[in-house]
């Protein structure tokens, strides 16, 4: 394998080098565009479905821009690439052009800053440049903001569901390939507190988490010591986080009573045992069953850390199971769910049920020869896909108690924070809404230079990418957060917008026959 | 963003790590282990399911195993990580083995190749190395070898769908961040013939694939020209490759007429058209529509290329569709299948409706002070999770016809091709089992030496594995290879393999309680 070549520039698809160049013969490839950045719906996960999304892979992307140049590495290729008929694809003048120019420098971005509560339809990132250039970021623009929106809304689902409990990312053995960076990235934005992953981890600043495996115990099985010899050694080496994998052999009757004799050990020394994991079998039983042996041994103080395909969905199951039999165990429900930690790996790290965002990035306006902006849209054989045309902002409106009560998708020049005399589109609700306050969601994040690079958001800190979205999650009514059948938030048009997009769409036949 | 530290050795879980520590304190660090990489169950997509799986992602353990070291850097890293007391982690005596000793250097690796037919249980990846090294390969291990597995099986099972038919890979924009690379190479393993995506088929020896977007319609549209011009400047500039994309408009009433109006201009000009790309819409209607009006206008060789979220099932239903209703628009079912092309995109590149694989990598062996192998098991709450323990090689077995008719396990030092005497275990179809043929299936790969990596098998030719993809599925009962409810292909354990795993199951309970 090359290290390099697939991850740069070349990380895009053809059609965006052909359309580059066809841009180029026309004189067209440093006209300037602005495409938009957004998705059309919330993951639908099957059964349950989001009802918000957080946004994240930004730093991903401006890391991305920088980086990405045509070397003549990148050109060698290009160059040696042939068509049907066996000529080159593309010519020498381009190639050249794409040797001097070919890179993001003249490319500026706003966004909405990573961490942030986000809806259908809203522009997330705006890109304008050079029409060739903004053409070519499509792919990996994309690839980057899909996925880590994707697994910091699952994770948002997740943390919600968990309430106060501790959750763990495990998903690096199941992941998609070096998505298991990115996807842990995107966990710990939207809500998961620590990752087993060890290299991402310290890149985001924090250490990592983790205790025994299945195979440590195996081994001393194997060598013909047993599950008790294993335990021991590991309380040995770890005598201060001793948290024991209890299910290699039975969990019951092996594993719990195995550890409650460590524990005791480690009591009678001195140190204060972490706790248990569960891995298999009937999880919210087999809690209930360990909290009671684990209280009467006086560790009730101890954690039961939860693994195995969990999702939102799994773990409001073993709550629930929890709530209506904890008493037959002679066991308080809130006690057990209050020492409850997750480890959730598989279906968070893939987005299990859903494992697409379905963004898109789509040609909002182009300039024309005179410097002025031309709105661009796309009719479509389905009206959800028509496009928003336009030079956009996006505005999010609060109420007296600061709870978010919708989004405003309006054109640049329109002032929604100011003109009170400003109307709204909105298919069902209507017009007039009346707000207390109102913020601007888009954010410049990148200039016309490398340089001018905002840190806060090329290399922007977990903690206060948490922050913002612990913040926007505070303002958003419960029943947009709830994990299944979520209300529907609002996102209107300004008046003008909505216009102009009808006005397009119904004019676009003819324009299309325009020679 | 760092690029490095996530994707060398620290690409692992936290546990490897103390896990290993603990095998440094106990001496037991450099002892002999043997894991073996499984998965359990083929992939289940819902409404369907896989009969057989296509082994890939092999070569990209071996570059990370040959790569992956722990270099100051990673060690810093482990010294500055603090337990929940404030304590470091890792012992100065432990991050200097690592540091002298921590590389895939004294790994061996038996592997089946890349590119063939596998089935569940059967170890596929056979690590054999220092207990300590072993141990921390796992996630990477497993990270690879799930993932590209499970895309070459889905575009197995896509390819197998549409027959001679092109298939082209589109999916950059939805994979699951820079698994974009590792799944297009694992879907050009498992059938798929081009990709769109840039670096990764460059690397792949071959040339990418793509034409133009709907933004090249919606530029030239929003700069006062119509879609028509769009066509027209995309056939001047690529006259010998001119594919359109047909529906930014509407497909059958502007898109298609005016590609069949710039088609003429080519063929005035003595080029040959190639053909048109629906993205939208129902699919099978409009390719009836429009290949009727490009027969009408003797354009009946070119090709239509279908695109929007199609897997295996979409495009049965769409050749079917086209089947039952192509007579009712002047068109001959089997001509506009054999001019279809298809493009294939999320559903590929996440195996929509099963994102992951469910391998496994378990402690199979370890030996003991006499260096002789003692085997590992683990028994579980559910008899599917037992491992299956022991030094084992896999074989498959040929009747007559050179059809494969089932595989075997068996121990290492049992000879199923010379051995007559040898039974087979099989739960359901007993034992007796005749060949005409048989042939072991792992090979080994890597020596303990980074040195003595066969080339074959760490910069494997793609027509190599896809020949070998084509060669196992061409021995594969059509049962097996159905889309939907595939029959069951035989594993056998041999008897001898069977009694060991019963007998270690059974005195689990008893092993457990030694000191």
Not at 204 to 225: R, Y
Not at 275 to 298: C, E, F, P, Q, V
Request: net charge neutral.
């Amino acid at each position: 394998m090359d290290a390099g070549i697939d991850r740069g520039i070349l990380f895009t698809d053809q059609y965006q080098l052909t359309m580059a160049q066809l841009y180029f013969r026309f004189g067209l490839h440093e006209r300037e565009a602005h495409f938009d950045h957004f998705f059309r719906t919330y993951p639908n996960y099957g059964s349950h479905r989001a009802g918000y999304c957080v946004y994240a892979g930004l730093a991903w992307v401006l890391d991305w821009m920088q980086r990405a140049r045509f070397t003549e590495r990148e050109l060698s290729f290009l160059r040696g690439q042939r068509n049907l008929k066996g000529n080159r694809v593309f010519g020498d003048d381009f190639l050249s052009w794409l040797s001097e120019n070919g890179s993001f420098d003249g490319v500026r971005v706003l966004s909405v800053p990573e961490g942030r509560v986000v809806h259908p339809h809203e522009p997330l990132t705006v890109v304008k440049g050079p029409l060739a250039m903004a053409q070519i970021l499509e792919t990996s623009l994309l690839n980057h903001l899909n996925y880590q929106t994707l697994i910091a809304t699952k994770a948002s689902r997740i943390k919600q569901t968990c309430g106060k409990a501790l959750v763990l990312e495990f998903g690096a053995r199941r992941a998609h390939d070096l998505a298991a960076n990115a996807g842990t990235r995107a966990a710990l934005i939207g809500g998961v507190d620590f990752s087993s992953n060890v290299g991402i981890s310290h890149l985001m600043g924090i250490d990592p988490k983790g205790t025994h495996a299945h195979s440590m115990v195996q081994a001393f099985i194997a060598l013909g010591e047993g599950e008790l010899s294993a335990f021991r050694a590991y309380a040995e080496v770890y005598p201060d986080d001793c948290l024991l994998l209890v299910d290699t052999i039975n969990t019951l009757e092996s594993g719990v009573p195995n550890a409650i004799a460590v524990f005791e050990e480690l009591r009678r020394k001195g140190h204060k045992p972490v706790g248990i994991r569960l891995d298999s079998g009937d999880l919210a039983t087999l809690s209930m069953g360990a909290a009671k042996m684990l209280n009467d041994a006086g560790f009730s103080d101890t954690s039961i850390v939860l693994s195995n395909q969990l999702d939102e969905i799994g773990i409001m199951r073993i709550k629930e199971q929890i709530e209506n039999n904890a008493g037959g165990y002679g066991v308080d429900a809130d006690e057990l769910i209050d020492r409850l930690v997750y480890g959730i790996g598989t279906k968070l790290i893939t987005s299990s049920g859903d494992p697409a965002l379905d963004g898109v990035y789509k040609l909002a306006a182009v300039r024309d020869g005179l410097n002025r902006w031309l709105p661009a849209t796309k009719v479509s054989e389905t009206a959800e896909k028509v496009v928003i045309p336009g030079n956009k902002h996006v505005w999010r409106m609060y109420n007296r108690n600061n709870m978010a009560i919708g989004d405003i998708i309006a054109l640049a020049d329109e002032r929604p924070d100011t003109d009170k005399t400003m109307r709204l589109h909105h298919p069902e609700s209507g017009r007039g809404m009346v707000f207390d306050s109102i913020e601007p969601l888009l954010v410049p994040v990148k200039e016309q230079s490398t340089g001018a690079l905002d840190p806060a958001y090329i290399t922007p800190r977990l903690d206060e990418m948490r922050k913002r979205c612990a913040e926007d999650l505070a303002r958003l009514s419960p029943g947009v957060k709830k994990i299944s059948a979520p209300e529907g938030y609002q996102v209107f048009l300004s008046s003008k917008l909505w216009k102009m997009k009808q006005e397009m769409t119904h004019s676009f036949g003819d324009e299309s026959k325009k020679v």
